[in-house]
């Protein structure tokens, strides 16, 4: 392999990388702090994509200006998060906290399996595709490579910027010192007076406009579709999971190495790409089940 | 007297027999994906049934029976569809079904088919080994199968590019990418040798990401680049493609991307190989004329808002072969409505014509259907790329014949054949 592959098998890696890691911070941020696991994360990411297609054609067909595209990647992030998300935990998950593991499993896999076909209902089977925001943004071209800008700079950009900023919301911002304190013992933090209910709803509802932030930045690159949410549940779980259930800044390692080994797979041994993500997976499980940075107490699942 | 009824009772009962009353509905029972990636083909399909079966039943139907039509989901998952599929073929009460989209699908029913002793119509899928592999008697293909298809891709590559020296693939990693490559494959290297292969990828199926295949394909810098991918994954691929400036580079053989031009839009530029598994296109040079042709189009148009693709074609052909079979086992019987047996007896050779050139079932129950392969050109006439430069090759040269396993035959042929395989060329 010569080094000018490497650099490209490198930047492939990133933007794969960062897009997954965008998914995966939702679900690890709703597990560290609810203890569920949110099988639903898949529908509220390819909501996310459908939405954010579906209002950029929109203001597309009104002749607004395609950098518009943008804007409303956040909408509809916010969308997802407050008309689905909110719902979402204040009407059933609220209900089963103190039940089993395996229900509060079915109850979120119930909800994935009804919103996709609701995506089905309103959004058809046909796949979509719309690039607007992609093509802003121009190409640039790299060792001879030509690279979009979107996800060789754009998306590894919001990444890291994701990655500290939910680092430093949760360290130093009074709501994220709450959280954390909720997290760390749900009945101590409620008899200082912290309200568990809002912060559950609070966390669930940033999860949930995660998950559609990811879709919604992943839209401009690929096919949205039926069934892109269930993909995406189980490689963002991979994710999650490797890194040990709850760790943010793990999260972001694991799936930089999940990228990275899948793109180094493309070049040296295509066969093999698409083992890679489960294979680094076995690999960590079976030396540390609790994951590269969890604690096995912290372990539910 | 009472002697005298009973024989006579008893003459005529083999006449009874012989001629079947004539059922209320002729009820088919058809597979397809209406949901699941699979569903870009299935839902398109099933929009063409009703046209067609609507159109029938209006004309008076098939021997003046209207014909009924019952859908049953491929995306549910092989253990759901094999006992819908039973329960149609036995209390439902289906005469004919027309089973599958999906290859796997095929290969689960075929079987299952014959155990029931119902009549089948392998409509869409693409497998070669089904009659290669075994024989049937209730089983029927009304259309090609993966080894024309591929196989006219190839003739058509070489025909009009015949200087490229490498070629890289990148396909879905499953049954379909596989094979199709192999086919494919087999038959560059039998047809020039001198190819040379530079990367062979196979990302997963329903992949949402192409973007670390298609910057190695850019250092690669392969003349040709063929992907037999279809719809999501297609578009994804093209899309991605297209916006980092392969498809610039190198030309791209996109067999099954007629189903995908019209979503595709503006980003398949012109200039790369495009198929239709079959002679499959809204603007068919051959019947673009006929009012029958034209009513489909115009009212598929107006019922889905969509274009033709293949998979309508493909219905049409079924549908068709319905229709032509009932219509020989009649006309055989008297006038009368025939049983299973002389329906199946009718099956032998029998000709068709559905939206494309006439089809033909050979001894094998394989369909032989001509293959439509032609180039993109982006001409402003549409708001997506359309096709130029459209070869029609006639099917029964590029069929493996009756006997012979499709790789095996292929690898046997050379440059030669290129010149005897008939084609038709048209403009556009």
New interface residues.
């Given amino acids: 392999m010569t080094p000018t592959l490497f650099l490209l098998a490198l930047f492939d890696g990133i933007a794969y990388a960062a897009l997954v890691f965008i998914v995966a911070l939702g679900l690890t941020l709703i597990f560290g702090v609810m203890r569920i696991l949110n099988i639903a994360h898949g529908s509220l990411y390819a909501i996310g994509a459908y939405a954010t297609v579906s209002l950029s054609g929109w203001a597309l067909a009104l002749g607004l200006a395609p950098i518009l595209a943008f804007p409303l990647m956040l909408v509809s992030a916010v969308l997802v998060g407050l008309l689905l998300g909110g719902p979402i935990e204040w009407l059933l998950l609220r209900r089963i906290y103190d039940k089993p593991e395996v229900l509060q499993l079915l109850v979120t896999f119930a909800v994935f399996m009804i919103l996709e076909d609701v995506q089905r209902l309103v959004w058809g089977t046909r796949p979509y595709f719309e690039a607007t925001a992609l093509q802003v943004l121009g190409n640039v071209t790299v060792l001879g490579v030509t690279y979009t800008v979107y996800q060789l700079i754009l998306l590894p950009a919001v990444a890291a910027a994701l990655l500290l900023g939910m680092r430093f919301f949760l360290r130093h911002t009074i709501i994220g010192k709450l959280i954390l304190a909720t997290t760390e013992d749900r009945e101590a933090a409620q008899s200082i007076g912290i309200d568990a209910d809002k912060v559950f709803l609070f966390t669930f509802i940033v999860g949930a406009a995660l998950a559609g932030l990811g879709g919604a930045l992943a839209s401009p690159t690929t096919s949205i579709l039926p069934g892109m949410g269930a993909d995406m549940i189980v490689l963002s779980f991979a994710v999650v999971a490797t890194a040990g259930l709850g760790q943010i800044e793990g999260a972001a390692l694991t799936a930089l190495m999940i990228g990275l080994g899948r793109s180094f797979a493309v070049y040296v041994w295509p066969e093999a790409a698409t083992l890679v993500p489960y294979a680094i997976m076995v690999a960590v499980l079976s030396v540390r089940p609790q994951g590269l940075f969890g604690s096995p107490s912290a372990r539910k699942i | 007297m009472k002697t005298w009824l009973l024989t006579a009772l008893c003459a005529a009962m083999p006449l009874t027999a012989a001629a079947a009353d004539k059922p209320a509905s002729l009820k088919v029972g058809m597979t397809t994906f ?4 699979a ?2 083909f299935g ?1 398109p399909a099933k929009n063409a049934a009703e046209i067609l079966v609507e159109t029938i039943n209006a004309q008076g139907g098939i021997g003046g029976v209207p014909v009924e039509v019952s859908f049953i989901d491929e995306g549910a998952g092989a253990e759901t569809l094999t006992s819908e599929y039973r329960r149609l073929a036995e209390s439902g009460g289906a005469d004919v079904m027309f089973a599958a989209i999906s290859s796997g699908n095929c290969q689960t029913l075929a079987p299952l088919a014959e155990d029931l002793k119902v009549i089948n119509f392998m409509w869409d899928c693409g497998t070669q080994k089904i009659f290669e592999e075994h024989s049937y008697k209730y089983v029927f293909r009304t259309q090609a199968n993966a080894t024309p298809e591929m196989l006219a891709a190839a003739i058509y590559l070489l025909k009009t590019h015949p200087d490229f020296k490498t070629i890289a693939v990148v396909n879905q ?1 499953y049954a379909w990418g596989r094979d199709s490559w192999d086919i494919f494959h087999t038959a560059l290297m039998a047809m020039k040798p001198d190819v040379k292969v530079v ?6 199926f ?1 992949s ?2 192409f ?3 298609i ?2 394909l ?2 690669l810098r392969p003349d040709v680049i063929l992907s037999t991918n279809w ?3 297609l ?2 691929f093209v ?2 493609a297209a ?4 498809m610039n580079s190198s030309t791209f053989v996109l067999p099954l991307a007629e189903s995908s031009l019209e ?2 839009g503006s ?1 398949l530029p012109s200039g790369h190989i495009v198929g239709a598994r079959g002679d499959h296109y809204f603007r068919h040079p051959e019947r673009r004329d006929d009012d029958a042709f034209k009513d489909f189009m115009a009212r598929y148009e107006e019922k889905t808002g969509e274009i033709s693709v293949y998979p309508v074609f493909h219905t049409a052909q079924a549908f068709a072969a319905l229709q032509a079979v009932y219509e020989k086992a009649i006309e055989a019987n008297g006038g009368d409505w025939p049983d299973e047996d002389q329906v199946l007896a009718a099956m032998a050779g029998l000709e068709f014509q559905g939206l494309g050139r006439p089809v033909k079932i050979r001894e094998d129950h394989q369909g032989i259907e001509a293959q439509l392969m032609a180039t993109s050109v982006q001409t402003g006439d549409h708001p997506f790329a359309t096709l130029e430069n459209i070869m029609i090759f006639d099917g029964a040269d590029i069929t493996a014949p009756v006997g012979e396993v499709s790789v095996d035959w292929i690898g046997g042929l050379d440059a030669s054949f290129l010149d005897q395989v008939n084609v038709a060329t048209y403009a556009d």
């Avoid at chain 2, 209406?34 to 990636?37: A, D």
């Avoid at chain 2, 916006?243 to 392969?246: D, K």
Wanted: hydrophobic content about 20%.
């Fill in positions: 209406l949901t699941g990636p569903s870009v839902v990693d990367g062979e990828f196979f990302p997963k329903g949402p990401d973007s670390t295949e910057s190695r850019q250092a719809g999501g994954d578009d994804t899309q991605q916006q980092r400036g392969l979503r595709l980003s």
